[in-house]
Structure formats: C-alpha cells, structure tokens
C-alpha cells in the first residue's frame, strides 16, 4: 500500500473513531438536559420570566457543551424582551446582594451564580457596516437572534418558559452537524465571515478543542473586501459561543 493511501486510511479511522466518539457522548442528551435544567438557575429563571410575560432561551456555547457533555459555567441566556429587567428579577428573586452588571448599549446584563456566570440579554438582530466590527444592533425575534450566530452550533437554544421547558430550537440542523463533526455556518458563509472575519478563527478554535471540521470549501471560499479593515479593530463587545 502507497504511503499515500496508508495516510488516507489512517485518517479515515481517525474521523470514524471521532464521529463514533461522538455520537457515544450525544446518546443521552436528552436525559442530561433534563438533569441540568432541573437544577437552579433555571427554574428561577423560568418563574420569573412567566411571571413577566418573556419569552426566554439559554442559548449558544452551553446548549452545545451540555449536549457534548462537556462542562460549562458560562451560561447565555436571551429573551424576546429585556434581558436587563430579566436579570434584575431573577437577582431579586434569590435575594442576591447587588445589582446585575449591565451595558447598556447592548441590553446585556451579568450575573454570577456560585461558580458561574450568567449573561443575560434581549434577542437582537445585528447588521454591520463595511468599515467596523462593531454591529449595529436591534430589537429581534429568537429567530434574528439565531441567525446572527457564527455557527450552527452555537445557534442551539432550549426554552425556559412553563409548557415548553426544555424544547430544543435547532433551526438550523447544529444538532445534525454535532453528530457529523461539522463546523457550519447558519447563513452563507460569504456574509458570516465578511460581517466579523474573526469567526474564521473561532472556527479555527472550535476544529482544534471539540474536534470539528469546517464544511468543505466555506473558508477557502471567503475572501476579504477590498479596503475593509476588521481585522485590525478592536472588538467593542464581548462575544461568546
């Protein structure tokens, strides 16, 4: 056998063995996301948002780590409404001393609950100009708010509200793309990475730690505009996944 099918072989066995690997680690993820959301924060979470009418998720990288079993204490949460007055309510309900650590400019709001953080915030819908990474932001649906996502898998929500606690939203297919080690992302790639040319990064960052692979093609296809500097401004918000 020529070295080079020696080497095709091994790498198959290698991206079998990861996708066996996988699908091992998703067999139970619904009974794992029973057991996490029975657990507080969430049931706060959810009294409170009933209690105000929103319309609240946990979305991104913990929806996705949970389902890989992988351990998270960064938790997002997002709602059709104010994150900020979610936030408050939920503080208030626990008795927690002192308030949400708010930006404003983003309806944003952090909390800490024992060892983890919460990050609470209204669902947006962001567009973004030629010359900066810094998204111009809007009031959205759930719907706008998982199309703004950088990948598939980080587009993952559960909801929090009475009668559907615990339902995946996974409009996109990020489940199907988990199961197949793919890196994906939800609009065309072309506008995904021309809105923030560091999600070719993270994508970068994701294929090292949780042993995914960008679809073929989506990053070779990108290319810059011409006389755009993102790459070299520095980001104005903090971004998670």
């Not at 996988?22 to 959301?37: G, K, P, S, V």
């Not at 208030?92 to 001393?97: R, V």
């Amino acid at each position: 056998m020529s070295a080079y099918m020696q080497g095709l072989e091994r790498e198959m066995l290698r991206e079998a063995f990861g996708l066996f690997q996988r699908e091992n680690q998703m067999m139970y993820y619904e009974e794992d996301i029973a057991e996490a959301l029975a657990g507080q924060p969430f049931p706060m979470i959810r009294e409170e948002a009933d209690r105000l009418g929103l319309e609240t998720y946990v979305i991104g990288g913990y929806v996705r780590d949970l389902i890989l079993r992988r351990p998270s204490k960064d938790i997002d949460v997002v709602t059709v409404g104010s994150g900020i007055e979610l936030a408050r309510a939920r503080g208030a309900k626990a008795g927690t001393t002192g308030a949400p650590e708010c930006v404003q400019d983003f309806g944003t709001a952090q909390v800490k609950v024992g060892d983890s953080e919460i990050e609470f915030v209204g669902a947006r819908r962001e567009s973004y100009r030629r010359d900066s990474r810094k998204p111009i932001v809007e009031d959205g649906t759930l719907e706008d708010d998982q199309n703004r996502r950088d990948f598939t898998i980080n587009a993952l929500a559960l909801c929090l509200n009475d009668g559907r606690y615990g339902e995946l939203v996974d409009p996109f297919g990020g489940l199907d793309d988990l199961e197949a080690l793919r890196i994906v992302t939800p609009r065309d790639p072309d506008v995904t990475f021309s809105d923030d040319p560091l999600r070719m990064m993270r994508a970068v960052r994701f294929a090292s730690q949780l042993g995914l692979r960008p679809r073929s093609g989506d990053l070779r296809r990108h290319r810059p505009q011409p006389r755009t500097h993102r790459h070299h401004i520095q980001g104005a918000h903090r971004r998670r996944g």
